[in-house]
Nanobody, 127 residues
Framework: QVQLVESGGGLVQAGGSLRLACAASGRAVSTYAMGWFRQAPGKERDFVAHITRNGGTTYYADSVKGRFSLSRDNAKNTIYLQMNSLKPDDTAVYYC????????????????????WGQGTQVTVSS
């Protein structure tokens, strides 16, 4: 079983950047396909991005495509979400998640397909 801890959230002005990290322990992060989701107050948890086990392919929600970039460093057992050109609508708690139940690009945006979740990190973008 893997444990996930997110970091890197904070308060940033619109147009700014943040880099979130998700550190894994207990098992190698290379064992899992990984995703990021976010949840704003009063809203459902929404898919943000997904990266395959070998890091060869990434998938993004339309709302973040071209602004966010997901990468993984298996040697550091960590994945990163680089967020640029942030907007107030990006304000949310961001969660990373791990799964062994997603192959390729199938169902990457389905939270129910992920088995392990971090505690979340708050991102607030001011206008």
């Amino acid at each position: 079983q893997v444990q996930l801890v997110e970091s890197g959230g904070g308060l940033v002005q619109a147009g700014g950047s943040l880099r979130l990290a998700c550190a894994a322990s207990g098992r190698a992060v290379s064992t899992y396909a990984m995703g990021w989701f976010r949840q704003a107050p009063g809203k459902e948890r929404d898919f943000v991005a997904h990266i395959t086990r070998n890091g060869g392919t990434t998938y993004y929600a339309d709302s973040v495509k071209g602004r966010f970039s997901l990468s993984r460093d298996n040697a550091k057992n960590t994945i990163y979400l680089q967020m640029n050109s942030l907007k107030p609508d990006d304000t949310a708690v961001y969660y990373c998640a791990a799964t062994n139940r997603i192959n390729g690009g199938d169902n990457v945006n389905s939270a129910g397909r992920y088995d392990y979740w971090g505690q979340g990190t708050q991102v607030t973008v001011s206008s």
